[in-house]
């Protein structure tokens, strides 16, 4: 089987579509998020990823990772390893997504009250 093979369904297209998605956003808005004051980051797994400079690298592992699982298993006889694909690689980038929509709402807060605090008295 060969790359121009691959038969890849649209609900296995959407599930690696949401997880791109959610890691990306989760990625962008907390590697900004770091930059605001008084935002720091509270899983410690990420925390020593950036202390060991290789937060950005295991991210795009994790990204390539999943996406070539679903490249490579869509071509499965198993309806049931694909089901497993499926289901994890949404459940993943939902739940990423979700961190990332976290981060918004917490940066927008952040900065519209430091920005509010920055005028002083009116």
Known sequence: MSLLDVNIGKVELLAMMIFTTGLIVDHITTQYGLSVPYIEESNPLVLIMIGA??????????????????????????????????????????????????????ISNIVRVLGTASMGPM
């Open 53 to 106: 400079g290789i937060w950005n690298a295991v991210d795009i592992l994790i990204l390539v990772i999943g996406n070539g699982s679903g490249f490579i298993l869509s071509g499965a006889k198993s309806r049931g390893i694909m089901t497993m694909l499926i289901v994890t690689l949404m459940a993943v980038g939902l739940v990423r997504l979700i961190a990332g929509v976290h981060n918004i709402m917490l």
